[in-house]
Every structure is written in structure tokens, then in C-alpha cells.
């Protein structure tokens, strides 16, 4: 296996236009086998694919983290969620271009109903990109946005 390291920011999303600038929308169901933030082990469904994603522990300014993906079978990806730590996370991601970059906007449901975020991932950390007018604060490295700690903080429990 080859070290594969992701270079991400994140951001809130201050309105809805961004649904009229995507080009993609996937529905998506995920859960944990394990969500230790040293080692996280994710089991997704995306539309009709399933995939299996192991996460290492974020960088101190939490841009860059090891990242290793597998695309399973849909009916495996139904069975190991089974096995999942308790809860699961669903939402609809929108891809968005801007400028030379893709924005990856994922708007939750259930329990994290109202939370919107985006992503852009970059091939370093200091590399400029176009922001969006529907961009807003940014969150990167902020751990209670990471999908694993919104299962066990979800958006609804928060004094906003």
C-alpha cells in the first residue's frame, strides 16, 4: 500500500446558490468501524458504489492527512455498516467547479440537519484557489466538522 496523503480545506457555506452552480449531487451514507481521530475506518455507500476509506490522524494545522480508499462492492458496503460504531451520517454532496478547482459541498440530514460544508482539495497546502461567493468561515482542522465527530456530536446538540 502507498502512502497517499490529503491536502484538504474546509469551509461553512453561507447559502444555497451553490446547488444551481453543481454539476454532480450523490447521495451518500456513511458509518465508522473505528473513529479513533489516530485511525479512522470509514464505510461509505455514494450513489451506487461502495467504499472502504482508512484515515490517519490530521496535521497540526489540520490541512494534510494520510488518506487510503478502496472501492468495494455496494452489498459489502451494506454489510460492514452493520458492523459500523452506532450512527450514521447521510447527506448529498454537490460538486461545484471554481476556477481550476472542485468543491466538494456536502449538506447533512438527521440529526446534523442544517449543517452545510465544503472542501477543496488541493496538491499543497499554500496553493491559491477561487473562493465562491456562497463560501464562509473557514473550518479547517476544526474537529467537531469531522463526519466522525459529528456522529458523536452531531450539529443539532450544539449551542448555536
Known sequence: MSELIEIERKFLVVSDA???????????VQAFLNSDKRRIVRVRISGEEGFLT????????GVSRFEWEKQISKS??????????????????????????VFEVDEFFGDNDG??????????????????????????????????????????????
Open 76 to 101: 459489502d458496503a451494506k454489510a460492514l455498516l452493520k458492523l459500523c460504531e452506532e450512527g450514521v451520517i447521510d447527506k448529498i454532496r454537490y460538486e461545484v467547479k471554481s476556477g481550476a478547482h
Open 115 to 160: 449543517l452545510i460544508v465544503a472542501e477543496v482539495e488541493l496538491s499543497e497546502s499554500s496553493e491559491p484557489f477561487l473562493k465562491p461567493k456562497w463560501l464562509g468561515k473557514e473550518v479547517t482542522g476544526q474537529p467537531k466538522y469531522f463526519n466522525a465527530q459529528l456522529l458523536k456530536h452531531p450539529y443539532k446538540s450544539w449551542n448555536q
Open 18 to 28: 451553490f446547488k444551481s452552480e453543481a454539476y454532480k449531487r450523490t447521495q451518500i
Open 54 to 61: 482508512i484515515k490517519g490522524e490530521p496535521s497540526t494545522d
